[in-house]
C-alpha cells in the first residue's frame, strides 16, 4: 500500500497569503496520479487539482499543483477567506490512499 | 450539473445488515466507475470498494472484502453498497464518488452516516 504523508500537519496563515502543502508518497506514484481535494466542514471532499497539476472544472487559478515521483505541492497563491479548511492529498494509481489532511486555519 | 445523492445510513447492531444507495444524475452514469469511501475521524478517508461502469467488476478494500459488496443498477442511476457483520469500526460517514478516471474522484455526495453500536 502506497503510504502519503502530508505536512504541515497545521497551517496558521492570513487572508492574501500565500499556502505551501506538502504530500510525500512513500513510493514513486505511477502516472502522476496524484489529487488534491478541499474539505470544509460539514461538507463532501471537493476535488481540486489531478494528475498533480491539473485544475479541475470550475477550480481558481490560485490553486496550482506540482512534483512528480514521491514529492508533491499544493500551492494556494492568495488565501481567501473560503479556503479555509482541510486539504487532502490522494493517489490513485496502485489502488487508492489519502494522506491524513493538512488544516489550514487563520 | 452533477449530482450524487446517498441514503440508508442508520443506527446498527453489532453484527447486522446495512444498503447503502447512491442516485446519481447529470452525466452518462454507465460509463463511469463508481465508488464508496468513508471517513472516520480516526482514520481519515479510507477507500472501500469501487465498480466498472457496467458492473461487471468490483473491487473491494481488505477491510470490506467479504463483509461488503458493491453493486450498481444503470437503469436506476444508482449505486449500492451492501454490508454485513458491521463493527464499530465500520462507524463514519460514507460517500460515493464518481470515479476514478483520469482525473481522481471527481464529484462526491453530501454523504451518509454509518453508526454501528448496540
Known amino acids: 500500500e502506497i503510504v502519503l504523508t502530508q505536512s504541515p500537519g497545521t497551517l496558521s496563515l492570513s487572508p492574501g497569503e500565500r499556502a505551501t502543502l506538502s504530500c510525500r508518497a512513500s513510493?514513486?506514484?505511477?502516472?502522476?496520479?496524484l489529487a488534491w481535494y478541499r474539505q470544509k466542514p460539514g461538507q463532501a471532499p471537493r476535488l481540486l487539482i489531478y494528475?498533480?497539476?491539473s485544475r479541475a472544472t470550475g477550480i481558481p487559478d490560485r490553486f496550482s499543483g506540482s512534483g512528480s515521483g514521491t514529492d508533491f505541492t499544493l500551492i494556494i497563491s492568495r488565501l481567501e477567506p473560503e479556503d479555509f479548511a482541510v486539504y487532502y492529498c490522494?493517489?490513485?494509481?496502485?489502488?487508492?490512499?489519502f494522506g491524513q489532511g493538512t488544516k489550514l486555519e487563520i | 450539473e452533477v449530482q450524487l445523492w446517498e441514503s440508508g445510513g442508520n443506527l446498527v447492531q453489532p453484527g447486522g445488515s446495512l444498503r447503502l444507495s447512491c442516485a446519481a444524475s447529470?452525466?452518462?452514469?454507465?460509463?463511469?466507475?463508481m465508488t464508496w469511501v468513508r471517513q472516520t475521524p480516526g482514520k481519515g478517508l479510507e477507500w472501500i470498494s469501487s465498480?466498472?461502469?457496467?458492473?461487471?467488476?468490483?473491487y473491494y478494500a481488505d477491510s470490506a472484502k467479504g463483509r461488503f459488496t458493491m453493486s450498481r443498477d444503470n437503469s436506476k442511476n444508482t449505486v449500492y453498497l451492501q454490508m454485513f457483520s458491521l463493527r464499530a469500526e465500520d462507524t463514519a460517514v460514507y460517500y460515493c464518488?464518481?470515479?476514478?478516471?483520469?482525473?481522481?474522484?471527481?464529484?462526491w455526495g453530501q454523504g451518509t452516516v454509518v453508526t454501528v453500536s448496540s
Open positions: 465498480i466498472s461502469g457496467s458492473g461487471g467488476d468490483t
Open positions: 490522494q493517489q490513485y494509481g496502485s489502488s487508492y490512499t
Open positions: 447529470g452525466f452518462i452514469f454507465s460509463s463511469y466507475v
Open positions: 513510493q514513486s506514484l505511477s502516472r502522476n496520479y
Open positions: 464518488a464518481k470515479g476514478p478516471q483520469f482525473d481522481g474522484f471527481s464529484f
Open positions: 494528475g498533480a497539476s
